[in-house]
Protein backbone atom coordinates (compact mmCIF):
# COMPACT_ATOMS: atom_id res chain seq x y z
CA UNK A 1 0.00 0.00 0.00
CA UNK A 2 1.11 3.37 -0.96
CA UNK A 3 1.04 5.55 2.02
CA UNK A 4 -0.45 9.28 2.21
CA UNK A 5 1.95 11.96 2.25
CA UNK A 6 1.94 15.94 3.76
CA UNK A 7 4.37 18.29 4.10
CA UNK A 8 4.88 21.10 6.97
CA UNK A 9 5.94 24.34 6.36
CA UNK A 10 6.92 27.68 8.34
CA UNK A 11 7.66 31.09 7.36
CA UNK A 12 10.89 30.29 5.88
CA UNK A 13 8.92 28.32 2.69
CA UNK A 14 8.04 31.64 1.56
CA UNK A 15 4.71 31.70 -0.87
CA UNK A 16 3.54 28.58 -1.39
CA UNK A 17 1.10 27.29 -4.58
CA UNK A 18 -0.95 25.08 -2.25
CA UNK A 19 -3.12 23.57 -5.67
CA UNK A 20 0.24 22.12 -6.57
CA UNK A 21 0.71 21.00 -3.64
CA UNK A 22 -1.91 18.99 -4.13
CA UNK A 23 -1.03 18.17 -7.42
CA UNK A 24 1.61 16.36 -6.55
CA UNK A 25 -0.45 13.91 -4.37
CA UNK A 26 0.33 15.75 -0.76
CA UNK A 27 -3.16 15.51 0.84
CA UNK A 28 -2.65 17.99 3.81
CA UNK A 29 -0.13 20.44 4.66
CA UNK A 30 1.07 21.31 8.19
CA UNK A 31 1.85 25.15 8.87
CA UNK A 32 3.47 26.58 12.33
CA UNK A 33 1.36 29.20 13.71
CA UNK A 34 2.90 29.94 17.03
CA UNK A 35 5.85 29.69 19.65
CA UNK A 36 5.82 30.54 22.86
CA UNK A 37 3.55 33.14 24.38
CA UNK A 38 4.07 36.07 22.05
CA UNK A 39 5.12 34.59 18.50
CA UNK A 40 2.95 34.37 15.60
CA UNK A 41 4.17 33.07 12.40
CA UNK A 42 3.60 35.95 9.94
CA UNK A 43 2.76 33.38 7.22
CA UNK A 44 0.30 30.59 9.84
CA UNK A 45 -3.03 31.71 8.90
CA UNK A 46 -2.56 32.67 5.26
CA UNK A 47 -1.18 29.21 5.01
CA UNK A 48 -4.15 27.32 6.64
CA UNK A 49 -6.99 29.51 4.93
CA UNK A 50 -4.81 28.55 1.59
CA UNK A 51 -4.47 24.84 2.42
CA UNK A 52 -8.09 24.66 3.31
CA UNK A 53 -9.00 26.46 -0.50
CA UNK A 54 -6.98 23.84 -2.53
CA UNK A 55 -8.86 21.16 -0.57
CA UNK A 56 -6.00 19.75 1.59
CA UNK A 57 -6.18 18.51 5.13
CA UNK A 58 -4.63 21.82 7.02
CA UNK A 59 -2.97 21.24 10.27
CA UNK A 60 -1.20 24.17 12.72
CA UNK A 61 1.80 23.57 15.02
CA UNK A 62 2.71 25.75 17.64
CA UNK A 63 6.63 25.27 18.48
CA UNK A 64 7.40 24.93 22.52
CA UNK A 65 9.49 27.37 24.32
CA UNK A 66 10.72 26.17 27.77
CA UNK A 67 10.56 29.54 29.53
CA UNK A 68 7.08 30.04 29.23
CA UNK A 69 4.41 28.74 30.65
CA UNK A 70 2.44 25.46 28.76
CA UNK A 71 -0.87 26.66 29.76
CA UNK A 72 -0.29 29.82 28.24
CA UNK A 73 1.40 28.54 24.91
CA UNK A 74 -1.63 26.55 24.81
CA UNK A 75 -4.16 29.12 24.82
CA UNK A 76 -2.05 31.82 22.78
CA UNK A 77 -1.74 28.52 20.01
CA UNK A 78 -5.60 28.10 20.17
CA UNK A 79 -6.61 31.95 19.95
CA UNK A 80 -4.62 32.52 17.04
CA UNK A 81 -6.07 29.14 15.05
CA UNK A 82 -9.20 30.53 16.01
CA UNK A 83 -8.43 33.56 14.73
CA UNK A 84 -6.84 32.02 11.63
CA UNK A 85 -9.45 29.72 10.33
CA UNK A 86 -13.06 30.16 12.13
CA UNK A 87 -13.03 27.97 14.40
CA UNK A 88 -10.59 24.67 15.47
CA UNK A 89 -12.44 21.97 13.72
CA UNK A 90 -11.60 20.57 10.80
CA UNK A 91 -7.70 21.35 11.36
CA UNK A 92 -5.23 18.94 12.63
CA UNK A 93 -3.03 20.03 16.03
CA UNK A 94 0.42 19.35 16.55
CA UNK A 95 2.97 20.32 19.05
CA UNK A 96 6.55 20.80 17.86
CA UNK A 97 9.20 19.24 20.77
CA UNK A 98 12.80 20.60 19.47
CA UNK A 99 15.69 22.44 19.88
CA UNK A 100 16.25 24.96 17.04
CA UNK A 101 19.23 26.94 18.32
CA UNK A 102 22.05 26.10 20.68
CA UNK A 103 21.18 29.14 22.98
CA UNK A 104 17.43 27.65 23.40
CA UNK A 105 16.87 25.22 26.37
CA UNK A 106 14.88 22.87 25.86
CA UNK A 107 10.77 21.80 27.34
CA UNK A 108 10.50 18.92 29.52
CA UNK A 109 8.35 16.02 29.20
CA UNK A 110 6.05 17.76 32.14
CA UNK A 111 5.77 20.87 29.73
CA UNK A 112 4.54 18.83 26.63
CA UNK A 113 1.89 17.01 28.58
CA UNK A 114 0.65 20.11 30.04
CA UNK A 115 0.41 21.72 27.02
CA UNK A 116 -1.46 18.83 25.29
CA UNK A 117 -3.77 18.17 28.27
CA UNK A 118 -4.95 21.79 28.07
CA UNK A 119 -5.60 22.14 24.43
CA UNK A 120 -6.60 18.30 24.75
CA UNK A 121 -9.19 19.14 27.27
CA UNK A 122 -10.87 22.73 25.22
CA UNK A 123 -10.81 21.52 21.96
CA UNK A 124 -12.17 17.73 22.93
CA UNK A 125 -9.85 15.52 20.96
CA UNK A 126 -5.95 15.15 21.12
CA UNK A 127 -3.59 16.06 18.24
CA UNK A 128 0.19 14.75 16.91
CA UNK A 129 3.42 15.03 19.18
CA UNK A 130 6.31 15.91 16.94
CA UNK A 131 9.58 14.48 18.78
CA UNK A 132 12.70 13.81 17.24
CA UNK A 133 13.70 10.44 18.24
CA UNK A 134 17.35 11.96 18.39
CA UNK A 135 15.50 14.72 21.13
CA UNK A 136 13.96 12.01 22.65
CA UNK A 137 17.38 10.40 23.07
CA UNK A 138 18.96 13.07 24.28
CA UNK A 139 16.41 15.25 26.84
CA UNK A 140 13.79 13.08 27.83
CA UNK A 141 15.24 8.85 27.62
CA UNK A 142 12.66 7.11 29.61
CA UNK A 143 10.39 9.08 29.76
CA UNK A 144 6.62 8.61 28.87
CA UNK A 145 4.70 11.11 27.00
CA UNK A 146 1.28 12.33 26.35
CA UNK A 147 -0.24 8.97 24.78
CA UNK A 148 -3.36 10.03 23.33
CA UNK A 149 -1.62 12.01 21.03
CA UNK A 150 -0.30 10.50 18.15
CA UNK A 151 3.57 10.82 18.12
CA UNK A 152 5.33 11.93 14.82
CA UNK A 153 9.33 11.02 14.39
CA UNK A 154 11.24 12.63 12.73
CA UNK A 155 14.57 10.38 11.62
CA UNK A 156 16.47 10.53 8.74
CA UNK A 157 18.18 7.39 8.48
CA UNK A 158 16.15 4.54 7.36
CA UNK A 159 15.59 3.86 3.65
CA UNK A 160 12.00 3.28 3.52
CA UNK A 161 8.47 4.10 5.53
CA UNK A 162 8.40 0.57 5.82
CA UNK A 163 11.15 0.73 8.47
CA UNK A 164 11.30 3.94 10.51
CA UNK A 165 12.29 2.09 13.60
CA UNK A 166 10.85 1.45 17.03
CA UNK A 167 8.41 3.88 18.78
CA UNK A 168 9.37 5.48 22.20
CA UNK A 169 8.40 7.05 24.76
CA UNK A 170 5.63 4.80 25.74
CA UNK A 171 3.91 4.78 22.25
CA UNK A 172 3.12 1.39 20.83
CA UNK A 173 3.29 3.10 17.42
CA UNK A 174 3.86 6.19 14.89
CA UNK A 175 1.18 8.28 13.58
CA UNK A 176 3.62 10.17 10.77
CA UNK A 177 7.54 9.53 9.71
CA UNK A 178 9.28 12.83 8.86
CA UNK A 179 11.99 11.25 6.80
CA UNK A 180 13.54 14.63 5.14
CA UNK A 181 14.11 18.29 5.50
CA UNK A 182 15.18 18.69 1.75
CA UNK A 183 12.07 17.35 -0.02
CA UNK A 184 11.58 18.61 -3.62
CA UNK A 185 7.80 19.47 -3.67
CA UNK A 186 5.83 21.32 -6.49
CA UNK A 187 4.69 24.58 -5.22
CA UNK A 188 7.13 25.23 -2.80
CA UNK A 189 10.57 27.06 -3.40
CA UNK A 190 13.49 25.51 -1.93
CA UNK A 191 12.83 22.70 0.48
CA UNK A 192 10.94 21.82 2.65
CA UNK A 193 10.08 18.68 5.49
CA UNK A 194 7.72 15.78 3.45
CA UNK A 195 6.45 13.21 5.89
CA UNK A 196 4.49 9.72 5.56
CA UNK A 197 1.59 9.11 7.14
CA UNK A 198 0.83 5.63 8.99
CA UNK A 199 -3.39 5.27 7.38
CA UNK A 200 -5.37 6.58 4.84
CA UNK A 201 -6.56 9.60 3.43
CA UNK A 202 -9.92 9.05 5.89
CA UNK A 203 -7.93 8.12 8.55
CA UNK A 204 -5.74 11.10 8.53
CA UNK A 205 -8.57 13.85 7.90
CA UNK A 206 -10.03 11.97 11.62
CA UNK A 207 -7.02 13.76 13.40
CA UNK A 208 -9.10 16.50 12.37
CA UNK A 209 -12.15 15.78 13.76
CA UNK A 210 -13.66 15.38 17.17
CA UNK A 211 -15.53 17.11 19.95
CA UNK A 212 -18.96 18.27 20.01
CA UNK A 213 -18.52 20.48 16.81
CA UNK A 214 -18.13 17.37 14.77
CA UNK A 215 -20.44 14.34 15.63
CA UNK A 216 -21.49 11.96 12.51
CA UNK A 217 -25.88 12.64 12.28
CA UNK A 218 -28.13 10.14 11.01
CA UNK A 219 -30.14 11.75 7.77
CA UNK A 220 -33.31 12.83 9.31
CA UNK A 221 -30.90 15.36 11.68
CA UNK A 222 -29.05 16.28 8.43
CA UNK A 223 -32.24 16.84 6.70
CA UNK A 224 -33.92 19.12 9.61
CA UNK A 225 -30.26 20.97 9.96
CA UNK A 226 -30.09 21.92 5.97
CA UNK A 227 -33.63 23.04 6.41
CA UNK A 228 -33.22 25.82 9.25
CA UNK A 229 -30.16 27.14 7.55
CA UNK A 230 -32.05 27.31 4.08
CA UNK A 231 -34.88 29.12 5.88
CA UNK A 232 -31.93 31.56 7.87
CA UNK A 233 -30.42 32.36 4.77
CA UNK A 234 -33.92 33.17 2.76
CA UNK A 235 -35.24 35.25 5.41
CA UNK A 236 -31.96 37.25 5.04
CA UNK A 237 -32.17 37.36 1.18
CA UNK A 238 -35.65 38.30 0.94
CA UNK A 239 -35.00 41.09 3.82
CA UNK A 240 -31.89 42.25 1.37
CA UNK A 241 -34.34 42.04 -1.88
CA UNK A 242 -37.37 43.85 -0.38
CA UNK A 243 -34.74 46.86 0.47
CA UNK A 244 -32.92 46.83 -2.66
CA UNK A 245 -36.11 46.86 -5.06
CA UNK A 246 -38.39 48.73 -2.60
CA UNK A 247 -41.26 45.93 -2.86
CA UNK A 248 -42.40 46.84 0.37
CA UNK A 249 -43.77 50.22 1.91
CA UNK A 250 -42.00 49.34 5.10
CA UNK A 251 -39.13 50.75 3.08
CA UNK A 252 -40.32 52.81 0.63
CA UNK A 253 -39.42 55.73 2.30
CA UNK A 254 -37.39 59.02 0.56
CA UNK A 255 -35.60 59.35 2.71
CA UNK A 256 -32.18 56.94 2.16
CA UNK A 257 -30.76 57.59 5.91
CA UNK A 258 -33.92 56.77 7.73
CA UNK A 259 -34.49 53.60 4.82
CA UNK A 260 -31.38 52.54 5.56
CA UNK A 261 -31.56 52.76 9.42
CA UNK A 262 -34.75 50.50 9.18
CA UNK A 263 -33.18 48.02 7.13
CA UNK A 264 -30.18 47.62 9.55
CA UNK A 265 -32.36 46.90 12.51
CA UNK A 266 -34.20 44.73 10.52
CA UNK A 267 -31.26 42.53 9.30
CA UNK A 268 -29.93 43.13 12.66
CA UNK A 269 -33.29 41.37 13.97
CA UNK A 270 -33.11 38.61 11.37
CA UNK A 271 -29.22 37.14 12.69
CA UNK A 272 -30.06 37.60 16.08
CA UNK A 273 -32.83 35.18 15.18
CA UNK A 274 -30.60 33.39 13.27
CA UNK A 275 -27.99 33.59 15.81
CA UNK A 276 -30.34 31.59 18.18
CA UNK A 277 -31.35 29.14 16.06
CA UNK A 278 -28.29 28.26 15.87
CA UNK A 279 -27.13 27.94 19.61
CA UNK A 280 -30.36 26.39 19.82
CA UNK A 281 -28.85 23.59 17.16
CA UNK A 282 -25.57 23.67 18.95
CA UNK A 283 -26.88 22.92 22.01
CA UNK A 284 -29.30 19.94 21.07
CA UNK A 285 -25.90 18.43 19.49
CA UNK A 286 -23.68 18.64 22.40
CA UNK A 287 -26.30 17.43 24.78
CA UNK A 288 -28.22 14.87 22.66
CA UNK A 289 -31.79 17.02 23.17
CA UNK A 290 -34.24 17.40 20.57
CA UNK A 291 -37.55 19.06 20.40
CA UNK A 292 -40.20 15.90 19.88
CA UNK A 293 -40.58 14.70 16.80
CA UNK A 294 -38.23 16.21 15.10
CA UNK A 295 -36.36 14.14 14.36
CA UNK A 296 -37.70 10.70 13.83
CA UNK A 297 -34.81 8.49 14.09
CA UNK A 298 -32.15 10.78 15.77
CA UNK A 299 -28.87 9.23 16.44
CA UNK A 300 -25.61 10.94 17.06
CA UNK A 301 -22.20 8.81 15.88
CA UNK A 302 -19.69 9.40 18.67
CA UNK A 303 -19.28 10.83 22.19
CA UNK A 304 -21.14 14.45 23.03
CA UNK A 305 -19.53 16.63 24.87
CA UNK A 306 -20.15 20.08 26.01
CA UNK A 307 -18.75 22.33 23.38
CA UNK A 308 -14.90 23.74 24.00
CA UNK A 309 -14.46 27.35 25.55
CA UNK A 310 -14.01 29.58 22.47
CA UNK A 311 -15.64 26.89 19.80
Not at 65 to 89: C, K, V
Not at 108 to 119: P, R
Not at 216 to 228: F, Q, V
Amino acid sequence: MTLPRFIDVSRYQGDIDWRQVKASGRIAGIAKLTEGVTFTDPSGAANLRAIRVAGLIPGAYHFLRRESDPIAQANHFLTELQDALGSWNGCVLMVDVETAEPSMTNPTMTQVKAFCGWVEARVGRPGWVYLPRWWYNAHAAGETGPLSWGLVVSDYSFPSPDHPGRPYGGWARFVAWQYTSIARVPGVSGNCDDNYFYGTPAELAAWAKGGSADMALDADAKTYIDSKFEAIAAQLDRAVQRVGGRTNTRYNNTDPDFTGLVMAKDLAAQLEAAQADIEAIKQQLATGTVPPGVFPSFTITGTAKPAPEGS
